[in-house]
Structures are given as structure tokens and as C-alpha cells.
């Protein structure tokens, strides 16, 4: 069974709009996490490492005040798109390793956000 | 810094045929390499993973050889299915958890 979960799976926003998405690790603490974008011609890009306890790792070239990250336990980290933009719809999917010494990653069945 | 490439796709077969997905890496270490899979409507999946040169990954029927002296993991499989149909996807981790994706193949297998 699934080992990370992400919720909502589906979600409908009018433009200007803040949106929640959750990724939660089921069985086992994760003080890391993931957050990656999927573009529609399939490339998976790192937007940003979410850190238990301190501050999310941005890559360049994301916004940190449009995607804010919060890891608010070993359980649950959250990415809000703040006054999304139908520039941002896109698929958006969470990992943590439950492994830390081969890097090993599990993902969550990704969320798909379309804005309008 | 770390990249993946990998063919473009799609790539379609017929059910019983022989798979090859090309990738070749650049990193600056010793990388562990992996291959996940994406099947429609779901999360991507671990598929296989090679940690050190010459190691090969397999699993369900699909293998991969870390070859160092050329930087691939080409992705194999001797006899292709329709429910292989899917995306797969070619990554490289040199620290900690941090991926470094390919942009993904999509397979197409037909009866």
C-alpha cells in the first residue's frame, strides 16, 4: 500500500486564489520531504526540500512566496500555491525517503491543480 | 552539475518484444541510480535501483547494469507486456535523497 499520501488528488481554483496541498508519510517519519512539478511533456523538477522544523531549501528559479512549504511534523509537510495563476496548473507531486542511506524515495500519487 | 538524459518517446512495441530505454548520467561523484516507474493515474514507483559500478538492478523481469566506464543505466527487458505500458522515468541521487530526473519514456505496448 501506498506509504506516502497526498491530498487533495483534484483540485479546481478560480484565479487569485491560495491553495493547500498535503503530503503525509504513513508509516514512518520523514524530517525530510520533497516537493516536485510535472510538467505536461513529463520532466519531474525539484521545486523545493522541506525541512521538519526549519525552513523549506528552494531550487532557483522557484518563487518562495508563491509556493510556500511548511513540514509542521515528521509527518506532514504542506505546499500552498498563494494567488494562483492558470500559469500554475500543473501536477504537482511530494516524496520523502524512508531510507536515508540509499536514496531511496517514495512519492504520493500527486496532485493536479488547474486554475482558472 | 547532476543530469539524466534519456530517450525520448514514445516508444511502441509489441506485446513479447524486446525493451531497451536508454540513460546516461553526469555527475560529479559516485552516484546511486534508480529507475521509477509512473502507470497511468498513479504515483511514480520505484522499479530498480544500482548503487555502485557494475551493479545490476532487476525486478519484475526488468534489469539495469551501472555501467561507470560509459555513465549509463540503460533500462531492459526481454519480453515487453501490456501492462508495462507506462512512464519510466531514469534518476540519479549523489546526496542524501535529492533526485536528479530524466524527463521521462513513455512505453506503449500493444497486443
Known amino acids: 500500500g501506498a506509504v506516502v499520501s497526498q491530498h487533495p488528488s483534484r483540485v479546481i481554483c478560480k484565479s487569485g486564489t491560495s491553495v493547500k496541498i498535503e503530503c503525509r508519510s504513513l508509516?514512518?517519519?520523514?524530517?525530510?520531504m520533497f516537493w516536485y512539478r510535472q510538467f505536461p511533456k513529463q520532466s519531474l523538477m525539484l521545486m523545493a526540500t522541506s525541512n521538519e522544523g526549519s525552513k523549506a531549501t528552494y531550487e532557483q528559479g522557484v518563487e518562495k512566496d508563491k509556493f510556500l512549504i511548511n513540514h509542521a511534523s515528521l509527518t506532514l509537510s504542506t505546499l500552498t500555491v498563494t494567488s494562483a495563476h492558470p500559469e500554475d496548473s500543473s501536477f504537482y507531486i511530494c516524496?520523502?525517503?524512508?531510507?536515508?542511506?540509499?536514496?531511496?524515495?517514495?512519492f504520493g500519487e500527486g496532485s493536479r491543480l488547474t486554475v482558472l | 552539475g547532476n543530469s539524466v538524459t534519456q530517450m525520448e518517446g514514445p516508444v511502441t512495441l509489441s506485446e513479447e518484444a524486446f525493451l531497451t530505454i536508454n540513460c546516461t548520467y553526469t555527475a560529479t561523484g559516485y552516484p546511486s541510480l534508480f529507475w521509477y516507474v509512473q502507470y497511468p493515474g498513479e504515483g511514480l514507483q520505484l522499479l530498480l535501483k544500482a548503487t555502485k559500478a557494475d551493479d545490476k538492478g532487476s525486478n519484475k523481469g526488468f534489469e539495469a547494469t551501472y555501467r561507470k566506464e560509459t555513465t549509463s543505466f540503460h533500462l531492459e527487458k526481454g519480453s515487453v507486456q501490456v501492462s508495462d505500458s507506462a512512464v519510466y522515468f531514469c534518476a540519479l541521487s549523489e546526496r542524501g535523497n535529492k533526485l536528479t530526473f530524466g524527463t521521462g519514456t513513455q512505453l506503449k505496448v500493444e497486443l
Open positions: 508509516d514512518f517519519q520523514a524530517t525530510t
Open positions: 516524496s520523502a525517503p524512508r531510507d536515508t542511506n540509499t536514496g531511496e524515495l517514495f
